[in-house]
């Protein structure tokens, strides 16, 4: 088993940044996609941002492209979210996922094998 534990999140003005992490612990060694997802109130969940175990593959919708970047320690098991120029609309809970040999497509489209818990960020005027 995997458990995925995020952290970072919080009240920041628009235009600010925050960087979030999401810790990985248990069966690390099969993760191989890695990434984010976030969900706002009355919002379906939407694809942020994912990662390939090797760091080299990355993929963003155009909401964030240009400004969120994911990157990934593999020693520490950790996958990070550094996001930039926040927008009131990037409001969400924000959920880190994680998957066995998959694809970015599947990974996308929310195939994922496991999920964390969540992290708070909420962007202000």
């Known amino acids: 088993q995997v458990q995925l534990v995020e952290s970072g999140g919080g009240l920041v003005q628009a235009g600010g940044s925050l960087r979030l992490s999401c810790a990985a612990s248990g069966r690390t060694d099969s993760l191989y996609f890695m990434g984010w997802f976030r969900q706002a109130p009355g919002k379906e969940r939407e694809f942020v941002a994912v990662?390939?175990?090797?760091?080299?593959?990355?993929y963003y919708p155009d909401s964030v492209k240009g400004r969120f970047t994911i990157s990934r320690d593999n020693a520490k098991n950790t996958v990070y979210l550094q996001m930039n120029n926040l927008k009131l609309e990037d409001t969400a809970d924000y959920y880190c996922a994680a998957n066995r040999v998959s694809t970015i497509s599947n990974f996308r489209s929310g195939g994922v094998d496991y999920w964390g818990k969540g992290t708070l960020v909420t962007v202000s005027s």
């Open positions: 990662i390939n175990r090797g760091g080299a593959l990355t």
